[in-house]
């Protein structure tokens, strides 16, 4: 598949999803985090220095975040 259109989204919607871990799935939870409006709650997050980069980058875009439970950056 070398092309794939896709439509942007037209009205507010509220999802749930469960991918398995995957440092490259959590750099692209982080970044639809941080563009989303309100808050958002990540679970079974990897954290790895890619994902600490992404943080960092985010922060960079006044994004803001913290860690809920005992896993640590």
Do not use: C, H, Q, Y
């Not at 939870?29 to 992404?54: E, Q, W, Y």
């Amino acid at each position: 598949m070398s092309e794939v259109a896709i439509d942007p989204v037209t009205r507010p919607f509220n999802a749930s999803i469960s991918p398995p871990g995957s440092k490259s799935i959590t750099n692209r939870a982080l970044i639809l985090a941080a563009l989303a409006a309100g808050k958002s709650t990540l679970s079974n997050v990897l954290f790895a220095d890619d994902t600490r980069v992404m943080v960092e980058a985010l922060e960079l875009l006044d994004s803001k975040w913290r860690a809920i439970s005992s896993t640590r950056l």
